[in-house]
Structures are given as C-alpha cells and as structure tokens.
Nanobody
Framework: QVQLVESGGGLAQPGGSLRLSCATS????????MSWVRQAPGKGLEWVAG????????YYSDSVKGRFTISRDNAKDMLYLQMDSLKPDDTAMYYC???????????????????WGQGTQVTVSS
C-alpha cells in the first residue's frame, strides 16, 4: 500500500524558513518522479517543485524559484522541501506527490498523473 506522509508544516513568519519532509513506503521510491504540490485557500493546485527518480531534472515554479529547494534521499525513501524567505503568499496546504507510473516523467499540472498524501499546512504570517 502506497503511503506518503508529510510533516514539517506549521506557522512561520515572513522571511522565515520551514523544512517539509515526506516519508514514503509501499513502492520503490528510487524509481519514481516526485514532486511537491500546494493549494492555497480558494485556489487551484500548483506544482511548486519536482525531482526525477535519479535526482536529475529538478523543476521549480517561478513563484518559488530561488527560495525553495527540493531534494530526495533514495536510501531513506524520503522527499524534502526546504522553504526559505517565506512569504504570506506561500500559505497553503502542501502535498507530497509521486508519479502514478514508475520510471515516467509525469506531467506537472496533470492531477491524474500523480498520487499524493494528506498534506501538511503551511501558514506564513506575522
């Protein structure tokens, strides 16, 4: 059974940092394209970062480029998102997501191509 369990969310001040973690199980983590997706209240899904199975081909949305860093540890089956210089606009539920198909570069923005966890709330406010 595939499990994606996010942690590390919470309240941060503008300019602050948070590190999200995603513990995975139930699949061969090293074979899957992974990403972080967020959804702000009243808004649609936004793929903010992604990393291919072998750690290559890292993607960032324009809204987080230069502030967020995605990484993965294939030995520990873990995905991370380091978020620095946080802004109030970063307030959202953040989801860890895995590609539905093994070994495939899944399409960012296509919900059907991804499977994701329950999410962790990030709130940026003074």
């Amino acid at each position: 059974q595939v499990q994606l369990v996010e942690s590390g969310g919470g309240l941060a001040q503008p300019g602050g940092s948070l590190r999200l973690s995603c513990a995975t199980s139930g699949f061969t983590f090293s074979m899957y394209h992974m990403s972080w997706v967020r959804q702000a209240p009243g808004k649609g899904l936004e793929w903010v970062a992604g990393v291919y199975a072998d750690g290559s081909e890292i993607y960032y949305s324009d809204s987080v480029k230069g502030r967020f860093t995605i990484s993965r540890d294939n030995a520990k089956d873990m995905l991370y998102l380091q978020m620095d210089s946080l802004k109030p606009d970063d307030t959202a539920m953040y989801y860890c997501a895995k590609a539905v198909e093994r070994g495939v570069r899944a399409t960012y923005g296509d919900p059907a191509a991804w499977y994701w966890g329950q999410g962790t709330q990030v709130t940026v406010s003074s």
